[in-house]
């Protein structure tokens, strides 16, 4: 499993299309196509017309500054570009990062998570060094990228545009302004950081009206006005160049995708009356990478009239060393043509993908292109393809997000000929207004426009020059047939569902989930925002220390670090694409199933992230694009703060993997590798542990050190004077670093506090490093090791479980000095059993599988709530982990309850009883949320079903996969004692 280089290259969410207010333009980041080892990527934007005009239909934003190298697949959600790389070719780590920031909430009651609060100081007053990026190709800069959405600003020089046009960026809010206030845009105010009424809430309910055309101002909450109206009267629809949750979209995603070989992305887009489709193929061979192929295919929904008006911009960069020239142009430099007939080829070559060409197909004949009786019309066919070559700052490539609305500036040049050649009065129709410039030739951004009408089709081929051929329209045709036809085969085989749920209507439902999760995974690279002050404030000794961290914070001591380069999956693709700690252990648990060899690349990439203290930043903003979605107070990471391990419960299960019996039947094969995987290979697996290993033991030594909780000093009786735990970077409203943000704790904060979610993980995860010590047969460990854990659960019992209220609870020091218990009924509650550290027959068991049950506390109709509906702060506040249904949480609910009705025991028969109807509880409130909406969610309404916040969050909600295949257990036997 060899580390990918690391190297720059990313997808970029354009922002909406007419952002009037340009001081605080909001940005976004589109998705790209990359191509195994290169840095290639590709994009497309599409306008579409109601009656008139071509405006576009965007993408699922991909991951910030990311490149989806090894699994990252054509992430176009649209026809945007996304990117694929070989994940035999190059392994790659991925950058995730969440701490629910504001911006991650569209709902007047958004959770505000509040940045990282509280930190720990450093005894010997040094910062640790931080490991150097895996490669030693780690400042290597991919090379290539193809995107397709719009470009920067095209300005002519004393009437003349040079053959690769120099652009000014500084001269974009000017120029932008002036296209806006001359389209009759000039007057919109922008919402940005306003309210917007009626966008405030965000649930899961899919209301059929009709159609009107809005302008998205921003990300979060939209323009919500309908556009001005054309001259001719008739409507403009949206130019989208990603898929955004204030989009009204009606489902977008993969419907189907395996890493190594592709897959299919639908978008369902409503306000342009489009369905748009894009498969993505890889075909190995040679040495860089290999070659890829996107066929992209538009049909019209039953809204749109058969003359529907589309266009779409596709878009190639080339970042760092390289060339990248269209060949065939059709006029000479600096002057403007009519336009290209048949394919169009752009050539390429890069340190990292030697020689390469991409073209363009022209498609089938069942295309059309509309014609008018315009005079504009004999200058600029609409059925020949247009490209238009520009030369731009090499660090404004990623900056697509600013491209829709680029493009209409380079289109400017196009209204402004018309306009002063036919007069405002008699302008040609709006599909030949919005049209770039004919300019191909050399330069480093290359747009290539294709105006359809009705359905349309085309391909992207990527050929690398050290394949044994060129990839024709063919060879895809083909390919496309048998990646579906593989990937259909290998997940029934994998994800089975048991009864009720083996029916063919919840085959697309479990394949989009899964896919989408696997079709998140990416490549991230950049640098790194760390506070290493190591401030005594951020030991949190005192009471009233998280007053004491914020002014600490407040000296904005943070330096960037770096860079660094993560291979991961994500939380979801257009709100959340970047890393997250904690999310990620969730994340991985289906993809173990699915490729172990892809699971442990990922997992050894964030490991390599790790300081020599033992720290990993819980959430990866690698990089400026990164950061530009994410506001400043949540950038910084701070070297106390902690995030729950996750990442030791997957490992477990690979170990527990390695001794089963049916581990080679699904897991020996995987679609597109020449090779076995590690987990039919014993002493590849134990070489990869050994190489771990250490790794892991200085992240669980730091644990320890760094989030103890005091014992001594309050005169606690426990079993254990050490095993205690406490999260560091807790304020008075949240404790971000625990995951579980706003639910409630102790009031006011104090440094006596215990978590009891805490602990729990510490016991779970000391229960991982037995385990791998066990495998690698480290004796001395695996005793140390027993010795902890017994240690952790006798305590747990000792600090944390409250006899009258017949529950597990954190602990504080109240006015006088004394340990107390603080009691809010909820996740935290049950963590000890989440975490698989209550045996069959524990004495507390009863309690807590009546507390899960308990229609009055935690139970649902929709999942587990976060919080008791019992609790006063049920449902306060951000009402972020205080009532909502959790599907992390609850699958780890559910998977206990399993355990402990298939073992023999006095509550066999109530767990079993609870795990039959939860598990059907989850299964349908996701899938009819989804089946209406299009779209899995962050969380779930406990009283309605309805999903809620982030949509199309496709991250740990795609456990619901492994739920579907778990075992039915109704009408089994069992017993319970009476």
């Keep these: 499993m060899d580390e990918p280089p690391a190297k720059r290259a990313r997808r970029t969410d354009s922002s909406a299309m007419w952002e009037n207010n340009t001081d605080t333009r909001e940005e976004t980041e589109v998705e790209t196509v990359e191509v195994d080892e290169m840095g290639e990527m590709g994009e497309i934007d599409v306008m579409h017309a109601t009656d008139m005009i071509v405006e576009g239909v ?105 053959e690769a046009m ?39 309910v899919r209301k059929e009206k009709k159609t009107e055309y809005r302008q998205y101002m921003n990300r979060v909450g939209g323009f919500n ?55 993505f193929v890889k075909f190995p061979g040679g040495q860089h990478g290999g070659s890829w192929g996107v066929r992209i295919k538009g049909t019209p929904r039953d809204n749109a009239g058969s003359d529907l008006k589309t266009t779409i911009v596709f878009y190639a960069g080339m970042e760092g060393l390289g060339s990248l020239e269209v060949v065939g142009a059709d006029v000479a430099p600096g002057e403007v043509g009519m336009g290209l007939d048949g394919d169009v080829r752009i050539e390429g070559q890069s340190n990292e993908l030697g020689d390469f ?81 004919n300019r ?51 997940f029934a085989k994998i994800f089975t569902p048991s009864t009720p749920f083996n029916k063919a209507k919840y085959d697309g439902f479990s394949k989009s989930l899964f896919s989408n999760l696997i079709g998140g995974i990416g ?11 190591y401030a005594p404030e951020y030991e949190e000794e005192n009471e009233g220390f998280w007053q004491e961290a914020a002014e600490a914070r407040a000296r904005n001591q943070q330096k960037l670090e770096g860079p660094y380069e993560l291979f991961t999956s994500i939380p979801s693709r257009p709100f959340f694409p970047r890393g997250f700690l904690w999310d990620e252990g969730f994340h991985l648990l289906p993809v173990l199933e699915w490729d172990t060899d892809l699971t442990l690349d990922i997992i050894k990439s964030w490991f390599k992230l790790m300081d020599d203290d033992g720290w990993i930043a819980r959430e990866q903003i690698l990089g400026p694009e990164a950061r530009s979605k994410v506001p400043g107070e949540f950038q910084t990471q701070y070297p106390h703060y902690a995030n729950p391990p996750t990442l030791f419960m997957v490992l477990e299960a690979f170990v527990n993997k390695l001794g089963s019996k049916t581990a080679s039947d699904s897991q020996q094969v995987v679609l597109g590798s020449s090779g076995a995987s590690v987990l039919g290979d014993s002493g590849a ?9 250490p790794l892991l033991k200085r992240h669980y030594s730091w644990f320890r050190k760094t989030q103890w909780g005091d014992i001594k000093s309050y005169d606690r009786e426990a079993f254990s004077t ?108 049950i963590f000890p059993f989440m975490t698989g550290l209550l045996p069959p027959d524990s004495p507390r068991l009863k309690a807590v599988l009546n507390l899960i049950a308990d229609p009055e506390e935690l139970w649902s109709d929709h999942g587990i709530r976060s919080l008791s509906q019992k609790d006063e702060f049920y449902g306060t506040d951000e009402n972020y982990w205080r009532s909502p249904v959790w599907m992390n949480m609850n699958y780890l609910i559910v998977d206990n309850l399993l355990t402990v009705a298939k073992a023999a025991g006095p509550h066999q028969k109530q767990a079993r009883n609870t795990y039959t109807q939860l598990r059907k509880n989850l299964i349908d409130t996701v899938y009819e949320s989804w089946k209406e909406t299009g779209f899995a969610w962050e969380q779930y309404n406990p009283d309605t079903g309805a999903g809620q916040r982030t949509q199309h969050f496709t991250g740990w909600t795609s456990l619901v996969v492994k739920i579907l295949g778990m075992p039915d257990l109704e009408g089994k036997g069992g017993h319970d004692e009476l």
């Design 357 to 437: 060409r991409i073209d363009i197909t022209t498609g089938p004949d069942t295309n059309a292109h509309p014609t008018h009786q315009h005079p504009a019309y004999q200058d600029k066919p609409l059925d020949k393809t247009i490209v238009h070559s520009v030369q731009v700052p090499e660090e404004a490539l990623w900056q697509t997000k600013r491209g829709s609305i680029q493009s209409l500036n380079f289109m400017k040049t196009t209204i402004d000929e018309y306009v002063e050649k036919y007069t405002a009065e008699k302008m040609p129709p709006p599909w030949q207004i919005y049209t770039l410039q």
């Design 225 to 279: 006005r309908p556009l001005s109206p054309s001259r001719s009267g008739r409507t403009i629809g949206d130019f989208r160049h990603t898929c955004e949750q204030s989009d009204d979209m009606a489902g977008y995603g993969w419907d189907e995708y395996d890493v190594r070989t592709g897959g299919r992305q639908s978008i369902h887009d409503p306000a342009n009356s489009l369905d748009l489709t894009t498969e």
């Design 685 to 693: 697996a134990e070489q990869y542990l050994r190489e771990l290993y």
């Design 58 to 162: 965007g993408e699922t934003p991909a991951e910030t500054g990311s490149r989806t190298e090894e699994a990252g697949g054509l992430d176009l959600t649209s026809v945007t570009g996304a990117r694929l790389t070989d994940i035999d070719e190059v392994r790659s780590d991925r950058k995730r990062s969440r701490s629910r920031s504001p911006q991650r909430d569209h709902q007047s009651n958004a959770r505000t998570r509040s940045p990282p609060r509280g930190p720990r100081g450093r005894s010997n007053g040094q910062p640790p060094t931080r490991r150097p990026p895996p490669s030693t190709q780690s400042s290597a800069r991919p090379p290539t990228e193809s995107r397709v959405d719009t470009a920067m600003p095209s300005i002519e020089k004393n009437g003349e545009m040079p």
């Design 722 to 829: 050490k095993e205690a735990y406490r999260w560091r970077g807790r304020t008075d409203r949240h404790i971000l670093t625990s995951g579980l943000d706003d639910y409630p704790r102790a009031q006011p904060p104090h440094p006596g506090e215990l978590h009891i979610d805490l602990i729990s993980w510490m016991g779970m995860t000391t229960r991982s490093m037995k385990r791998i010590a066990e495998a690698l047969q480290e004796t001395d460990d695996v005793a140390e090791f027993k010795k902890i854990e017994e240690a952790i659960l006798r305590n747990i019992d000792d600090l944390h479980w409250d006899e009258k209220a017949q529950t597990y609870c954190d602990a504080t020091i109240d006015d006088y000095e004394e340990s107390v218990h603080v009691c809010h009924k909820g996740y935290i509650s």
């Design 440 to 490: 191909p030739g050399q330069g480093n951004l290359h747009m290539i426009q294709k105006v359809f009408e009705g359905a349309l089709e085309f391909d992207l081929l990527f050929s690398s020059g050290s394949a044994s051929k060129a990839v024709t329209s063919e060879d895809l045709t083909t390919k496309i047939t048998s990646v579906t036809t593989a990937f259909s085969e290998r």
């Design 523 to 533: 490549y991230f690279y950049g640098d790194s925002v760390v506070d290493r002050s």
């Design 166 to 204: 120099e652009i000014d960026l500084d001269d974009l809010d000017s120029v932008e302004a002036q296209m806006n206030k001359m389209m009759g845009f000039g007057g919109f105010k922008s919402t940005k950081n306003t309210k917007v009424p009626g966008n405030d809430k965000l649930y899961a």
